[in-house]
């Protein structure tokens, strides 16, 4: 079975331009979730989609912002860049919804100039 | 905010040596992941506690969860090079959502 795919693998834009990230969850998962992973704040959660709605949010400004497909892919979109944006976004899927076992993809990693 | 500090930040061991990484908060958590990450990876799980006073054994490694369910801890006996990775613990709130420890850098030296 495959596993998360994440595209693009890697990513430079400049602020104030807008960033949209791919996530491919592992067959039959219908949970999707999305982390922001840096060296000074570390992993935080920014949202999880479960059969297309957005189930859990963390605590991320309105510029984050993501969907989900009827076949469960899912893509995250970022406006407005900043420099602090640059990190590397993990996303992970499971069968249910839920943080209980989840397979993380090998993330993009996003750097703003 | 439920906030979880692991300790040590970093640890550089050689191999046949035992550790013992620590995770710790003044939460309460319903369950408590540990994972391993390395460079160019995504975290991969490795265990799952639940159960205040739960002690895991997965090979080399031991995982244990407070009898509070505020703290965890992951023991490795005899490292090996492979060992090497960040390791994050990551506990799971009430509201269904994971709060990541900021991670123990593991160097086993051959």
């Known amino acids: 079975k495959a596993g998360v795919t994440q595209t693009p693998r890697y990513l430079i834009k400049t602020r104030g331009q807008q960033v949209t990230l791919s996530c491919s969850p592992i067959?039959?998962?219908?949970?999707v979730s999305w982390y922001q992973q840096t060296p000074g704040q570390g992993l935080q959660f920014l949202f999880e989609?479960?059969?297309?709605?957005?189930?859990n949010k963390g605590n991320f400004p309105g510029r984050f912002s993501g969907r989900q497909f009827s076949n469960s892919r899912s893509e995250m979109n970022v406006s407005t860049l900043e420099l602090g944006d640059s990190a590397l976004y993990l996303c992970?899927?499971?069968?249910?919804?839920?943080?209980?076992?989840?397979?993380f993809g090998p993330g993009t990693r996003l750097t703003v100039l | 905010t439920q906030l979880l500090e692991q300790s040590p930040q970093f640890l550089s061991i050689q191999e046949g040596e035992n550790l013992t990484v620590y995770c710790n908060s003044s939460?309460?958590?319903?369950?408590l992941q540990w994972y391993r990450q390395e460079p160019g990876e995504g975290p991969v799980l490795l265990v799952t506690v639940v159960t205040g006073g739960e002690v895991k054994k997965l090979k080399r490694l031991t995982f244990q969860f407070g009898d509070a369910r505020k703290d965890s801890s992951l023991h490795i006996t005899a490292a090996q090079p492979g060992d090497t990775g960040l390791y994050l613990c990551?506990?799971?709130?009430?509201?269904?959502?994971?709060?990541f420890g900021s991670g123990t850098q593991l160097t086993v030296l051959p």
């Open positions: 989609y479960f059969s297309e709605t957005q189930r």
């Open positions: 067959s039959g998962h219908r949970s």
């Open positions: 990551a506990g799971v709130s009430s509201a269904r959502q994971l709060t």
């Open positions: 939460s309460v958590f319903s369950s």
């Open positions: 992970a899927s499971s069968q249910s919804a839920g943080p209980d076992t989840q397979y």
